[in-house]
């Protein structure tokens, strides 16, 4: 399988905005959800949002309201916007589908907010 390729990290400060890209395999994404998940220092890979394949969208708690995943599947891509970031978001997101699969995980994109 090739890995999904993810972008559109960088460093911003707390209440700016990012979109995150993923662009995942086709034989992947047209076939699974897909979801989006993060890592922080020191702590465990948690899932923050997730794309049902019949569109259904599910948050975690701590960013309901300022992130909305969306998917297209002509590109075989999905987005992450991220509005109203706070620093505790800093972190390395991934997708991947949902439930994760350990051989699908990619390198990541590293998401900074600065107070």
């Known amino acids: 399988q090739v890995q999904p390729v993810e972008s559109g990290g960088g460093l911003v400060q707390a209440g700016e905005s990012l979109r995150l890209s993923c662009a995942a395999s086709g034989s992947i994404f047209g076939f699974n959800a897909m979801g989006w998940y993060r890592q922080a220092p020191g702590k465990q890979r948690e899932l923050v949002a997730g794309?049902?394949?019949?569109?259904?969208?599910k948050y975690d708690d701590s960013v309901k309201g300022r992130f909305t995943i969306s998917r297209d599947n002509v590109k075989n891509t999905i987005y992450l916007q991220m509005n109203s970031l706070k620093p505790e978001d800093t972190a390395v997101y991934y997708c991947n589908t949902l439930p994760a699969m350990n051989y699908y995980w990619g390198q990541g994109t590293q998401v900074t907010v600065s107070s």
């Open positions: 794309l049902t394949r019949g569109g259904e969208t």
